[in-house]
């Protein structure tokens, strides 16, 4: 019967090999979730995104049609705080917007100011109106105000 040595060193290394593999087991379940959340952000950014978009289109609309139908008239009210218009008091709104909006986008035509234009002689002075336009996206949440300096045309 032949004998057969088995070295010292045989019996310290049983296992790790499950150790080792489990180690690159976790490492990978970590960089799985990391790529997860990441997917997650990037979905939320894209939504966002569309929400901001669907706004200023709908802002952009209404501030098309305020330029188009006015009022022009020099007793127009201007607004208090245009930057944080919540829509109340507005000249116009389209009723009819076709996007899936929470409110109808909105827009007031304030006052004109007398400015002059060019630097030709005699001075030539125009009325220009400030025409302000409010449009919130699907969520309520998501507001975009616009405003344009407006000179009809006589």
Sequence with gaps: MARVNHPIHSRQQQGAALVVGLIILVVLTLIGVQAMRTNIVQERMAGNMRERNIAFQAAEAALRVGEATGPFATNNVALADP??????????????????????????????????VGLTLPPEFRYIYPVTARGVGGQPTSVVLVQSAFEPSN
């Excluded at 218009?85 to 009723?95: E, K, M, R, T, V």
């Design 83 to 116: 930057q944080n218009w919540d829509g109340s008091g507005s000249n116009g709104n389209i009723a009819n917007f076709d996007a899936d909006v929470a409110a109808a986008p909105v827009y007031q035509v304030g006052p004109p100011q007398y400015v002059r």
